[in-house]
């Protein structure tokens, strides 16, 4: 118990410095959001100085940081200068579709990354081998927004197998019940309604998918031929047990360690992902949704939603770090 | 074969429904090629839109995508543009009639039009004369509730056409009158009231709003009497309507209108080559020659309505000599130019209005383009080793795509008569505000999209004296030139008008504030299957649109 107050309070100034350089960002990027919306108009100075004031702009920047403050103790994250609705609830809109495309993206990146991974350190300086590592080098170098592109005109764009972009064909209609198309659109009932959400998350899931499926692949490999020079290893040769055996039992389970702490750490790398993969195909969450209202100035956006990010990310690092102490109460104590 | 797959496809999504459907689905996803099409849909639209509308009043907004999703959609006007032109037609008032002193509007309105039947709101009443006088007060009056409903708003667009200096009162006749008095004769103050921030809005919706404590639903769920009604929005992805069965013009041939928000130009186009959407805004130019290549796309070209230029600061040396204004224009390929960055969808700009209005002075002719005779300028000018500073404009525009080409080819034009040039570029929010700087020494590149069709809306509005500090990023004010603008909008004769504006552009080519460099022709690629459809000046319309 005490080792979970602990971490709650340690969150506490984790927290406050995310707000700090949210604030700060945005703040220091130049315009306002007055301005922006004036756009080629222009607007004269006496009216931009009462607009700035009605939205709280005028002050200086540490009251205008701590009313910030103060709302968010109060639970409300803000107004969004341009569409006028809370911040949250647009947060709470578009999250699901980040979500639901990460998910794709890591089970992909999971599923591909790690058989390969393991079969090139079988299979070391092999074809197979070498193939795998050159080409997860390519996935790791290669510009998310042109690759994206090209899979489009390909795929879409020359072959036609799969749509342009989008969550699902617009003939299809159905309120949303969780925000996650995959569900909704079973729930929903309409024929094809979900074969059609599944064809519209390939081409995102792979996009998204190319950089922590290369970074798996070869943490994977590396662990495992770190695994299969141990002692125990050879031993497990000596005993006579089958291939199989040696590999998917003795080799794989003491190599995954370092590979689900990769696994953990391309969380972050596909919520950067997400916001050229969004834009792209034209994929309606927080990434897409940041950007544009960075473009805006529209501070109480990127303020609110760096901060929920922020505090979603620990929540799970605080889960994590409570289940870690329950498996093994040595980390609690230490 | 394909009915084969087609039942087999069908088969298996029951039992996906019924059993292991994660799994199923993703083999599905996989076999994308055998899957059947999606359902039919009976006149339905699918429009590939830039952005996502800011919200739906269109009092509190200044951008084509809300007004396409809002003014254009949902809401009607007084008055409205003709398709594809700027001629003035009637919508909610069936005529108007205008004092000689042109400061008394009186508008007639239409009789029987209905508001937007919809699941949040049953109106009890058609449309009258409250809804108008609500319309325009909530944007002027202080003490109207509606004029601050929401954090952070403002009526920008009717304030930045400076609406409450021209309005001195609206008010009602009787239910189907309304007289709107200005404080002094304003001419174009009927192609204002065709403008989107003119889009009347419900009373007794506002009033139902206000009782319930549910304001904010204003801007989410609107309701007007305009073609189609909103049925569901979902942020940065769709916006669904459906046709407004009781129309005050007629009923609409589209059942349903859909904007898919796509908000990067290239994935618009290969939606268009997909078929996924039937119309779609602003291509790149680098698109249109395999846009223009599909045999399923037409390429509409619309009426030029806008202006790209360089604004010298006219009151800083060494701009602020006529003669050092006039060579830098002189040295500059403006064909080329165009050429190169329009892909050969735009003409190079004389004078400061494009020539589809009324007005434009047809007898000025073009900059010479020679460069010798510019650089023989500048020595006699007294200007030696000149290096300036050059902004490229950092957004992409209709009136000027590639702000950081036409930079550079400018750049090598003036080097070619000895002038050095720095080309800087910053960001929008902060190039914007550095513009309007009176110290600024620097060459700003700008351009600009007409609100109303009226000359007024660009010679006054970009180079009046009075919009220094404002859109006349020239700093230039001459009082003849302003005098003739002026006097041009307290009359109504609109062949005089149009004599006073000929008079002032010539005025505005002799003292060049501007290196004037394209008008930008507006381009929408449109399925062939769309029938009706205009590339509107003002606006993206739907209504009147049909579909084979």
């Known amino acids: 118990m005490r080792f979970i107050v602990q971490k709650i309070l340690y969150l506490v100034p ?131 927004f042109w690759w994206g592109m090209l899979l489009v005109m390909l795929f879409s764009g020359y072959l036609g197998w799969t749509p342009v972009s989008g969550r699902i064909d617009l003939s299809y209609y159905f309120e949303p019940v969780t925000g996650f198309m995959l569900i909704d659109s079973l729930l929903s009932g309409e024929e094809g309604a979900f074969s059609s959400v599944a064809r519209h998350l390939i081409l995102p899931s792979i996009v998204l998918a190319t950089i922590p499926l290369a970074v798996i692949a070869r943490q994977t490999r590396s662990a495992m031929l770190e695994v299969l020079g141990e002692d125990y290893m050879r031993t497990a040769r000596a005993k006579g047990l089958s291939s199989f055996r040696i590999y998917a039992v003795h080799a794989a389970r003491n190599a995954m360690i370092p590979v689900i702490t990769t696994i953990g750490l391309q969380v972050s790398a596909l919520i950067a992902g997400a916001i050229l993969t969004e834009t792209i195909f034209s994929w309606p969450g927080i990434g897409k949704w940041l950007v544009e209202a960075i473009f805006k100035r529209d501070y109480m956006t990127v303020q609110g939603g760096i901060l929920i990010i922020a505090i979603l990310v620990m929540a799970v690092n605080l889960l994590v770090d409570i289940l870690y102490g329950i498996i093994n109460p040595r980390i609690s104590k230490a | ?55 739906f009043d269109p009092g509190l907004y200044t951008d084509g995508a809300t007004y396409a999703a809002s003014s254009q959609t949902v809401y009607s006007r007084l008055v409205e543009f003709a398709h594809g032109s700027s001629a003035i037609v009637p919508a909610l008032a069936e005529s108007w009639d205008i004092s000689p002193d042109g400061k008394i509007y009186i508008f007639h309105l239409r009789r029987g039009v209905k508001f937007h039947r919809t699941p949040y709101f049953k109106p009890q ?28 708003q403002s009526y920008q667009y009717y304030e930045s056409m400076d609406m409450p200096n ?121 698109d249109i020659p395999m846009l223009e290549a599909d045999k399923n796309i037409t390429l509409m070209r619309g009426v030029d309505m806008n202006v790209s230029y360089l604004a010298y600061n006219t009151q800083l040396p060494p701009f602020d000599k006529v003669e050092v204004r006039r060579a830098l224009n002189m040295a500059v390929n403006k064909k080329a130019l ?56 950092p957004v992409s525009r209709p009136y000027l795509p590639n702000g950081r080409r036409a930079a550079e080819l400018i750049q090598s034009d003036w080097k070619a008569v000895g002038v050095e040039t720095d080309i800087v570029t910053m960001e929008w929010g902060e190039y914007l505000k550095s513009a309007t700087d009176k110290s600024r020494n620097s060459v700003v590149m700008m351009g600009w999209i007409g609100d109303n069709g009226d000359p007024d809306n660009f010679l006054a509005t970009l180079n009046s004296c009075a919009a220094i500090g404002t859109a006349n990023y020239a700093m230039w004010c001459n009082k003849a030139y302003d005098a003739l603008i002026d006097q041009a909008k307290r009359i ?15 005025i505005f080519k002799e003292q060049a504030p501007w290196l004037t460099l394209a008008y930008g022709t507006a381009l929408m690629p449109v399925a062939k299957r769309v029938k009706n459809f205009h590339v509107d000046i003002h606006a993206i319309r739907f209504d009147d649109v049909d579909i084979d």
């Not at chain 1, 703040?27 to 004031?53: F, Y």
């Open chain 1, 14 to 144: 984790t927290l406050i410095g995310i707000t700090l350089v949210a604030f700060a960002f945005i703040h220091a990027i130049p315009g306002d959001p007055v301005l922006i919306m004036a756009g080629e108009r222009g607007i004269s100075p006496a009216r931009h100085a009462e607009l700035m004031a009605q939205l709280g702009l005028d002050k200086p920047l540490w009251q205008q940081y701590i009313s910030y403050i103060w709302q968010i103790l109060h639970g409300d994250f803000g107004i969004s200068y341009v569409s006028k609705e809370p911040v949250l609830s647009e947060f709470m809109q578009l999250f699901p579709a980040t979500l639901e495309l990460a998910c794709c993206a890591i089970v992909l990146a999971v599923f591909i990354g790690v058989p390969a991974g393991m079969l090139a350190a079988v299979k070391r300086g092999s074809i197979f081998d070498q193939s795998a590592m050159g080409l997860s080098l390519l996935g790791y170098s290669m510009p998310i």
């Open chain 2, 492 to 506: 109504t004769d609109q062949h005089e008008r149009a004599r006073l504006y000929e008079q002032a552009q010539v």
């Open chain 2, 166 to 286: 021209i309005i001195k009162s609206v008010e009602k006749l009787d239910d189907y009158t309304v007289r709107f008095e200005l404080n002094q004769a304003e001419a174009p103050f009927l192609a204002d009231m065709a403008m989107d921030f003119a889009s009347i809005v419900s009373k007794e919706y506002a009033d139902r709003l206000a009782a319930a404590g549910k304001m904010r639903e204003f801007n989410s769920k609107p309701v007007g009497t305009g073609p189609f009604i909103l049925v569901a929005y979902q942020k940065d992805a769709v916006v669904r309507f459906r046709a407004n069965p009781e129309f005050w013009r007629s009923r609409q041939a589209l059942d349903k209108l859909i904007f898919a928000i796509t908000t990067d130009n290239a994935v618009r186009a290969q939606k268009m080559r997909a078929g996924e959407c039937q119309l779609m805004a602003y291509p790149a130019p680098t």
């Open chain 2, 338 to 393: 165009v050429d190169i960055v329009f892909g050969g969808f735009g003409t190079v700009a004389v004078n400061p209005m494009p020539p589809s209005l009324w007005g434009y002075n047809k007898a000025i002719a073009p900059d010479i383009y020679d460069p010798a005779k510019a650089r023989q300028m500048l020595a006699q000018a007294g200007v030696k080793n000149l290096r300036l500073q050059l902004w490229a404009l």
């Open chain 2, 125 to 152: 009443r058609d449309f009258n004369a409250d809804d108008v006088v609500f319309s325009f007060d909530r944007q002027v009056n202080k003490a109207n509730p509606w004029h601050n409903y929401l954090e952070g």
């Open chain 2, 1 to 55: 074969m394909s009915a084969c797959l087609n039942s087999v496809y069908i088969a298996a999504a029951k039992f996906c429904r019924q059993r292991v459907f994660m799994v199923c689905g993703a083999v599905f996803a996989m076999s994308g090629a055998a899957l059947p099409p999606a359902p039919a849909l009976a006149k339905t639209l699918i429009y590939c839109a830039e952005a996502s509308p800011g919200g």
